[in-house]
């Protein structure tokens, strides 16, 4: 073998017997022999010590310990990890090119996933901004939540103080209508004047003392403050959009009582006192004035079920029916009945829900003013409720357009083109004012997923942000699950 030998072994053997044999075998181990001794020598005096000090030990009692004044430390406690979160998904399905359309001006958008509340997109979507016709949803939750889908609004009309003379009393029936019973008008179910105008002569007539009735009160002090909320833009009256806000009113104040959309006067309360004045017997006086306390009752007639009224404020927008709901809100919550009072109303009404309302203000129930704030995660995490249907909520989902099936989705202008792959499958509020465009409600994405959203085109916005906003949303229906946020 090649080893090379270590220098111990090397060395040349040592002569002179067994005595010499030891000697030079312990210049040989020098170092490890010494750390031996040591360690043998400590272990006889630890031996030894431990002896002596048993046989010394004293057989009495031992004294009591003075207790040290110093506290005997206690061990720190081993600091335990946090929870780590599970990691996120990585998903990779991006809209970039969708939402980097110019149309949309500012955009704000959120999208969530409804089964999890994770949040799959956002882009600036906790800052409160406008939602134009999208507050109705607000408005409607609100509703459904105070008053409950079977309120029904009631026309009324009482015995004056003044021998000869009615009172009208509106109730916030915006929906009454001055057509013959049997018609059909824009509200579906709506009472008619003619049938509360029998229902009084049949009372009048049943007491002999009565004399004839020659005059009208007309009492619309149900709701108070302007009848214009002052930060609307009066073309909205003028192209056939949006009427004053009284208690008393026929056929949402259009011209035409079977048009959705057609021109409204400045006086509502006076064109319904004449059209109830004809039904009565014509020719009588027609004063402004309120109902004597106690009065006896003549007639009644009902609006149609809030159920019925949220869906023609979500179905095609009905911006007057919005505006009761909201005012007939803030009164059942004890709020007020002006405008001044909805903010308070509506909030209250969607207290139940439980979604944080911060930064929410609703100035009115339509959203017709910019100065309605609500963050697109607001209305994501309601939606959340609403496609759950939480409470009464269900009767608002049903009410929402339906893309390319129904209201104001199935309109010629919106998912046409390569958009109607979505048709049936979005199914959300619809919102449109001069400074922007929106659109919120719920997708059933092409995977199965349900995603709630929001989409606000703000800013300098012309009618091709529909499209626009039609495109992310179909965008986000072929993602689904896999949406990205990049």
């Known amino acids: ?70 506290p005997t430390p206690t061990a720190e406690a081993r600091p335990v990890p946090a929870v780590v979160a599970p990691a996120s998904r990585f998903r990779t399905c991006s809209v970039a090119a969708a939402a980097a359309d ?9 999208v969530m996933k409804a089964s999890t509340g994770e949040v799959l997109y ?40 003044e021998p000869g003379s009615v009172v009208l009393v509106g109730g916030g029936d915006v929906t009454l209508s001055r057509t013959a019973s049997g018609n059909e008008t824009a509200y579906p179910g709506a009472a008619h004047l003619d049938e509360l105008a029998a229902q009084v002569r049949a009372a009048w007539a049943a007491d002999p003392a009565n004399p004839p009735i020659t005059k009208l009160i007309l009492d619309a002090s149900y709701f108070g403050g302007d009848e214009w909320q002052p930060s609307w833009d009066l073309v909205e009256r003028e192209d056939g959009y949006m ?20 021109a409204r006067s400045a006086d509502p309360i006076g064109r319904a006192g004449e059209a109830f004045a004809d039904e009565l017997s014509g020719g009588l006086t027609i004063e402004r004035g309120t109902a004597p306390a106690g009065a006896a009752q003549l007639g009644q007639v009902l609006s149609p079920p809030v159920s019925a009224l949220v869906d023609k404020a979500l179905v095609v927008s009905d911006n007057t029916v919005a505006e009761m709901l909201a005012r007939l809100v803030a009164i059942e919550t004890g709020s007020g009945n002006d405008f001044a009072a909805i903010n308070a109303g509506v909030l209250a009404g969607l207290a ?10 609703v100035v009115d129930g339509s959203g017709l003013s910019n100065d309605n704030a609500v963050p697109p995660s607001y209305l994501t995490r309601l939606f959340v409720k609403v496609n759950a249907r939480e409470a009464n909520l269900g009767y608002l989902l049903d009410s929402l357009p339906v893309s390319g099936e129904r209201g104001s989705l199935a309109y010629d202008d919106r998912f046409w083109g390569d958009n109607a792959v979505a048709d049936g499958r979005v199914i959300a509020k619809t919102g449109w004012i001069n400074t922007g465009y929106t659109l919120s409600g719920v997708i059933r994405a092409e995977d199965g997923t349900d995603l709630t959203f929001a989409i606000y085109a703000l800013g300098d916005v012309t009618d091709d942000a529909k499209t626009a906003i039609d495109t992310l949303a179909t965008a986000f229906f072929h993602c689904g699950d896999n949406l990205s946020n990049q």
């Open 1 to 70: 073998m090649n080893e090379e030998p270590d220098a111990a072994s090397s060395a040349p053997p040592e002569q002179g017997g067994p005595v010499a044999s030891v000697l030079a075998f312990i210049r040989r181990h020098r170092l490890p022999l010494a750390i031996v001794g040591g360690v043998l020598v400590f272990a006889l005096l630890a031996t030894g010590a431990v002896a002596l000090g048993a046989a010394s030990a004293p057989t009495a009692a031992p004294a009591a310990v003075k207790p040290s004044s110093t």
């Open 102 to 110: 110019p149309r949309l001006a500012n955009l704000q958008a959120q």
């Open 122 to 161: 956002d882009r600036g979507g906790t800052t409160p901004s406008r939602t134009a016709s999208v507050m109705k949803v607000l408005t409607s939750a609100a509703a459904l939540s105070v008053l409950g889908p079977e309120y029904r609004a009631a026309t009324t009309v009482v015995k004056g103080s």
């Open 243 to 262: 009427s004053n806000i009284t208690a008393l009113m026929v056929d949402g104040d259009r011209n035409d009582p079977y048009s959705n959309t057609s």
């Open 352 to 361: 139940p829900y439980g979604v944080d309302t911060t930064g929410v203000v």
